[in-house]
Protein backbone atom coordinates (compact mmCIF):
# COMPACT_ATOMS: atom_id res chain seq x y z
CA UNK A 1 0.00 0.00 0.00
CA UNK A 2 1.00 3.30 -0.60
CA UNK A 3 1.41 6.48 2.38
CA UNK A 4 0.49 9.27 0.89
CA UNK A 5 2.17 13.15 3.14
CA UNK A 6 1.05 16.51 1.51
CA UNK A 7 2.62 19.87 2.25
CA UNK A 8 3.40 23.04 1.23
CA UNK A 9 -0.12 24.40 3.18
CA UNK A 10 -0.62 28.22 4.81
CA UNK A 11 -1.49 31.42 4.84
CA UNK A 12 -1.41 33.67 1.61
CA UNK A 13 -2.93 36.74 0.35
CA UNK A 14 -5.08 36.77 -2.81
CA UNK A 15 -3.29 36.78 -5.59
CA UNK A 16 -0.18 35.27 -4.11
CA UNK A 17 0.75 31.62 -4.79
CA UNK A 18 1.17 27.98 -3.06
CA UNK A 19 2.97 24.92 -4.07
CA UNK A 20 1.36 21.67 -2.31
CA UNK A 21 3.83 18.39 -2.07
CA UNK A 22 2.31 15.02 -1.89
CA UNK A 23 4.93 12.25 -1.07
CA UNK A 24 3.96 9.05 -2.02
CA UNK A 25 5.98 5.85 -0.42
CA UNK A 26 5.36 1.83 -1.04
CA UNK A 27 4.43 0.81 -3.82
CA UNK A 28 3.38 2.56 -6.34
CA UNK A 29 3.65 0.20 -9.75
CA UNK A 30 -0.10 -0.04 -9.60
CA UNK A 31 -1.07 3.65 -9.74
CA UNK A 32 -2.91 5.11 -12.46
CA UNK A 33 -3.10 8.41 -11.50
CA UNK A 34 -2.66 11.14 -8.62
CA UNK A 35 -5.49 13.40 -7.51
CA UNK A 36 -5.72 17.01 -5.76
CA UNK A 37 -8.96 17.22 -3.90
CA UNK A 38 -9.99 20.01 -1.58
CA UNK A 39 -12.59 20.26 1.13
CA UNK A 40 -13.93 23.58 2.52
CA UNK A 41 -15.68 23.83 6.22
CA UNK A 42 -19.56 22.58 5.50
CA UNK A 43 -18.73 21.57 1.56
CA UNK A 44 -18.36 18.51 -0.35
CA UNK A 45 -15.19 17.53 -0.93
CA UNK A 46 -14.58 18.97 -4.75
CA UNK A 47 -12.12 17.79 -7.84
CA UNK A 48 -9.22 20.17 -7.97
CA UNK A 49 -6.75 18.51 -10.21
CA UNK A 50 -5.23 15.29 -11.23
CA UNK A 51 -1.89 13.39 -13.80
CA UNK A 52 -1.68 10.68 -15.11
CA UNK A 53 1.00 8.24 -12.58
CA UNK A 54 3.03 7.07 -16.16
CA UNK A 55 2.39 9.66 -18.50
CA UNK A 56 1.94 13.75 -18.65
CA UNK A 57 -2.08 13.86 -18.95
CA UNK A 58 -3.75 16.08 -16.71
CA UNK A 59 -7.22 17.17 -15.49
CA UNK A 60 -8.41 20.31 -13.70
CA UNK A 61 -11.58 21.44 -12.38
CA UNK A 62 -12.99 24.87 -14.35
CA UNK A 63 -12.59 26.86 -11.11
CA UNK A 64 -8.67 26.33 -11.78
CA UNK A 65 -8.14 25.95 -14.39
CA UNK A 66 -5.47 28.83 -15.63
CA UNK A 67 -4.38 29.17 -12.13
CA UNK A 68 -3.13 25.82 -10.84
CA UNK A 69 -0.93 23.60 -12.41
CA UNK A 70 -0.34 19.99 -11.25
CA UNK A 71 3.02 17.95 -11.98
CA UNK A 72 5.46 14.97 -10.96
CA UNK A 73 9.36 14.76 -9.91
CA UNK A 74 9.32 11.05 -10.92
CA UNK A 75 13.21 11.05 -8.76
CA UNK A 76 11.03 12.38 -5.79
CA UNK A 77 7.98 9.63 -6.23
CA UNK A 78 6.41 13.09 -5.74
CA UNK A 79 3.02 15.18 -6.96
CA UNK A 80 2.86 18.91 -6.84
CA UNK A 81 0.19 21.31 -7.07
CA UNK A 82 1.53 25.08 -8.18
CA UNK A 83 -1.21 27.67 -7.39
CA UNK A 84 -0.79 30.34 -8.61
CA UNK A 85 -3.13 33.53 -8.60
CA UNK A 86 -5.76 31.93 -5.30
CA UNK A 87 -8.75 33.22 -4.66
CA UNK A 88 -10.22 33.31 -0.94
CA UNK A 89 -12.63 30.86 -2.22
CA UNK A 90 -9.43 28.43 -2.60
CA UNK A 91 -9.39 28.40 1.36
CA UNK A 92 -9.94 25.11 2.16
CA UNK A 93 -8.08 21.45 3.36
CA UNK A 94 -6.51 19.91 0.18
CA UNK A 95 -5.73 16.13 0.23
CA UNK A 96 -3.37 14.72 -2.52
CA UNK A 97 -5.18 10.78 -3.45
CA UNK A 98 -4.30 7.88 -5.66
CA UNK A 99 -5.97 6.17 -7.95
CA UNK A 100 -5.01 2.14 -8.50
CA UNK A 101 -5.35 0.87 -12.23
CA UNK A 102 -8.81 -1.02 -13.02
CA UNK A 103 -10.36 -2.49 -15.64
CA UNK A 104 -13.11 -0.10 -15.73
CA UNK A 105 -13.54 3.06 -17.27
CA UNK A 106 -12.15 6.31 -15.10
CA UNK A 107 -14.03 8.95 -13.94
CA UNK A 108 -10.72 11.17 -12.60
CA UNK A 109 -13.21 13.58 -10.96
CA UNK A 110 -14.94 11.49 -9.06
CA UNK A 111 -13.21 10.75 -5.32
CA UNK A 112 -14.57 7.53 -4.64
CA UNK A 113 -12.34 6.49 -7.39
CA UNK A 114 -9.09 6.64 -5.38
CA UNK A 115 -7.83 4.46 -3.14
CA UNK A 116 -5.01 6.51 -1.20
CA UNK A 117 -5.11 9.58 0.34
CA UNK A 118 -3.27 11.84 2.49
CA UNK A 119 -3.92 13.92 5.92
CA UNK A 120 -4.43 17.11 4.20
CA UNK A 121 -2.97 20.22 4.12
CA UNK A 122 -4.49 23.68 4.95
CA UNK A 123 -4.57 26.07 2.47
CA UNK A 124 -6.03 29.77 3.50
CA UNK A 125 -6.11 32.48 1.50
CA UNK A 126 -7.11 35.96 2.35
CA UNK A 127 -8.68 38.63 0.78
Known amino acids: QVQLVESGGGLAQAGGSLRLSCAAS????????MGWFRRAPGKEREFVAA????????WYADSVKGRFTISRDNAKNTVYLQMDSLKPEDTAVYYC????????????????????WGQGTQVTVSS
Open 97 to 116: ALKSVSARIVIISRANEYDC
Open 26 to 33: GRTSSSYA
Open 51 to 58: IRWSSTST
